[in-house]
């Protein structure tokens, strides 16, 4: 499983560590990714995703998944985002 956040495709940096001596040795900075289900309002169930703790944050600041994925660019989101994202875009279109 690759270390990349699937709603805003936040992955793995490189950097230096540094010592006082000014000695500097390559590291990872690796995203604070966590296994949740977000409940989809239009599907009316759980959808699983594996996400960065920056992104749980902007899920609830914009109101929930739904909406979250209504703005969301396509180019930052996974496989499985897209296909819910348009799985919600056509539960929406049929509601109205």
């Known amino acids: 499983m690759s270390r990349v956040c699937e709603l805003t495709g ?4 490189y950097g230096n560590n540094v010592s006082h001596a000014k000695n500097r040795t390559r590291r ?4 604070n990714l966590q296994n ?3 409940f989809s ?3 009316k169930k759980p959808v699983k995703f594996r996400v960065c703790s920056g992104a ?3 899920v609830e600041k914009k109101g929930g998944i739904d ?3 209504a703005t969301a660019f396509e180019k930052d989101l996974s496989d499985n985002a ?3 994202k348009k799985l919600i875009k056509s539960k929406e279109s ?3």
């Open 10 to 13: 936040k992955k793995v940096m």
């Open 28 to 31: 990872r900075f690796l995203p």
């Open 36 to 38: 949740i289900s977000l």
């Open 41 to 43: 309002e239009a599907l």
């Open 56 to 58: 749980i944050r902007t």
């Open 67 to 69: 909406k979250f994925l």
């Open 82 to 84: 897209i296909y819910y």
């Open 94 to 96: 049929v509601k109205n």
